[in-house]
């Protein structure tokens, strides 16, 4: 029998909700799941540096090879790393259909942008980590405009998700890419410099 809550337990292993639904567990439950959930000991710094990542991995709906060669493209460039890693990670295509009000779950916007449902300047991409540059337009295909998700998208249902670095239009279901985010519009918890510091060991 499937789960019909798969993200609860992840959610209260890493201490922060995944999923709009898993918001009210999380909450009820803050703490661990398991019989020592509530008595957590000190952890060491590899444990605190390893949930750390696994959060960012998490929030991105990324797997491990990906978060390290982000780290490794963060690693060459000016500036800080930790906040080049993150600006870098929010520029997935799949990450912005999900800032752009477009779907509700990083989960469902990786589905929508893998089913060919998201163009970027008027052609179909179907990978979720294709990099999007500021200028660029994202927008929902005239076919799949009529899908439920997409309806309910479109009358401002995830409206109040905009980051400023993005210019939406929710009736068109379109979005541009103005410029990069910094650090502090980003909307993801973590300790950057935790993540930096494992991949460095």
């Known amino acids: 029998m499937n789960n019909p809550r798969p993200k609860i337990k992840p959610s209260r292993s890493l201490g922060i909700p995944l999923t709009p639904k898993s918001v009210k567990y999380f909450e009820a ?10 008595d957590r000991r000190q952890e060491s710094d590899y444990k605190l540096r390893l949930r750390e ?14 978060l390290r060669n982000a780290f490794a493209k963060a690693a060459r460039s000016a500036g800080k790393t930790g906040e080049a890693l993150l600006v870098d990670l929010e520029r997935r295509l799949d990450a912005l259909v999900l800032r752009a009000g477009f779907a509700r779950t990083i989960y469902q916007a990786r589905q929508f942008v893998v089913h060919r449902h998201v163009l970027v300047n008027g052609r ?42 993005l210019e939406v239009r929710h009736e068109a279901l379109a979005a541009r890419l103005t410029r990069l985010p910094t650090r502090a519009e980003i909307p993801v918890v973590c300790d950057e410099q935790l993540v930096v510091e494992h991949y460095s060991r």
């Open 53 to 66: 990542k696994q959060r960012l991995r998490a929030q991105y709906n990324i797997r491990e090879a990906q």
């Open 29 to 38: 439950r803050p703490y661990p799941p398991g019989e020592h959930g509530r």
């Open 124 to 165: 179909r991409v179907d990978r979720p980590s294709f990099r999007v540059r500021p200028g660029d337009v994202i927008s929902i295909a005239a076919r799949s405009r009529t899908m439920a998700p997409f309806v309910e998208a479109a009358a401002g249902a995830h409206a109040e998700r905009v980051p400023p670095y």
